[in-house]
C-alpha cells in the first residue's frame, strides 16, 4: 500500500496560543501592580518603651510597618514577638493596640475622638487599629473629619488578621476610596505606633510602646 501524504490542520498553532496568554497575563499584573502603591519603613528592635522608661513586652515592639494602597487599603505591623498567646491587658477595659494614622490633609486638626469631651486636636483625620482586649482581635477604622464641622467621627468594623508576628488590617475598598479621596498632596502622612489603654479609647489611659514617625503619603 502507497504511502499516503496525510497532513493536519492547525488554526492556530500552540507556541502562539501560550505565547498570547502570556501577553495577557504580563499585561494584567502590571496593571495590578501599576495601581498598588505601597510604602514600608523598618523600625529597629529593643526600643519600645512605656512610660517612665518601663520595657514594653515584644509584641509591642515593631520591627516593621508598611501601608499599601490599592482598591482596598492594606496596613502591616511586624514586631518582635509572638501574637499567639497574648496575655490580659491591665486595668478595667484595658486593651493592647497596634495603631496607625492617616494625616490625609496636613491643613487640618480635627478635635475629639479618641481624645476626651472634644478638647483635644490631632492631624490624623483617619485612624486604623488593631486592638486585643484579651479575648480576641478587633480592627477599627475612625473617619474623624465630621468633628471638624460640629460632628462626631464615624467608627467602622474592619477585618484585621494575625499571624505569628504579623497583624494585617484591611480596609475594604468602598471605606479605602473615601481615604484616597481625601488625601491631599503633598502633605499627607502616615506613621505606627502602638501601646496599651487602661480604660478604653477616651479615657486617656494610654501608655505608648513603640513608634514609627510621620512617612511621605505612597505616589
Known sequence: ?????????????PVRIVGSLLCVLLVSLA???A??????????QGDAYYTLGHEAPAFLDILAASITISDTLTLTVDVAGSLDALPNPPGSGGEFFWHFALNTDDSTDPPGFPFPSGQMTAPAEFGVDALWDGKAFRGVLFDRRPALTGGS???YSIPVSVSGSRV????????AA????????PGATW???TARINAGYENLGVHGAD???RQPWPQ
Open 35 to 44: 495601581r498598588a502603591q505601597t510604602a514600608a519603613v523598618i523600625d529597629p
Open 168 to 175: 494585617t488590617i484591611t480596609v475594604p475598598a468602598a471605606l
Open 191 to 193: 506613621n505606627c505606633f
Open 178 to 185: 473615601q481615604i484616597r479621596a481625601a488625601v491631599v498632596l
Open 1 to 13: 500500500m502507497k504511502n499516503q501524504n496525510i497532513q493536519f490542520k492547525r488554526t492556530t498553532p
Open 211 to 213: 513608634t514609627i514617625g
Open 31 to 33: 496593571a495590578l501592580t
Open 153 to 155: 467621627a464615624l467608627l
